[in-house]
């Protein structure tokens, strides 16, 4: 077995060696068509009454797709492992409700918000704060940081 050496010593740290433990997908399976249907790697959930009442978003799925409808605006996203990628899409959008996402720690802001569905936004944890690495992030279309 080979052991891992760089100019900052040898091994992995506990943060590297907890990274290695989860894989970046998604595939498409035999539960799915590419339709959008839900498997294994993803998730589907409605957004929780307010912040207080945020539904928490699994840190086990790579895919997490979000309907939101009167009262059921707001998820949350706990700190992730260095190098996690969260993919979140506004699948579903009723009633002029807008999501919005609070991770307990984000680079840039507080939330990220979508005020229209079919919307996504990919984020990647850096062993401190979650990054926004993908998707359209401005101030007044598609994903909104506040």
């Known amino acids: 077995m080979a052991i891992l050496t760089s100019g900052y010593g040898t091994g992995l740290t506990p943060k590297q060696k907890k990274a290695l ?6 595939v498409i399976s035999d539960s799915q068509d590419g339709s959008g249907g839900v498997g294994d790697d993803i998730e589907s959930v ?5 912040s207080n009442n945020a539904t928490p978003l699994s840190l086990k ?24 990628v969260k ?7 009723l009633n002029s409700t ?26 990647m944890f ?8 993908a998707g359209e992030i401005t101030g007044s279309a598609e994903f909104v940081i506040a």
Do not use: M
């Open 87 to 93: 993919i979140i899409v506004h699948l579903t959008r």
């Open 126 to 133: 850096d062993g401190e704060n979650w990054q926004v690495i």
């Open 46 to 50: 409605f957004g929780g009454a307010d």
């Open 61 to 84: 799925t790579t895919i997490s797709l979000v309907g939101t409808k009167t009262s059921h605006t707001h998820v949350s996203l706990a700190n992730g492992v260095l190098g996690q």
């Open 21 to 26: 433990g989860f894989v970046l997908g998604p």
């Open 98 to 123: 807008t999501l919005v996402i609070t991770p307990d720690n984000l680079a840039a802001g507080d939330t990220v918000e979508s005020d229209s569905n079919h919307r996504s936004v990919t984020l």
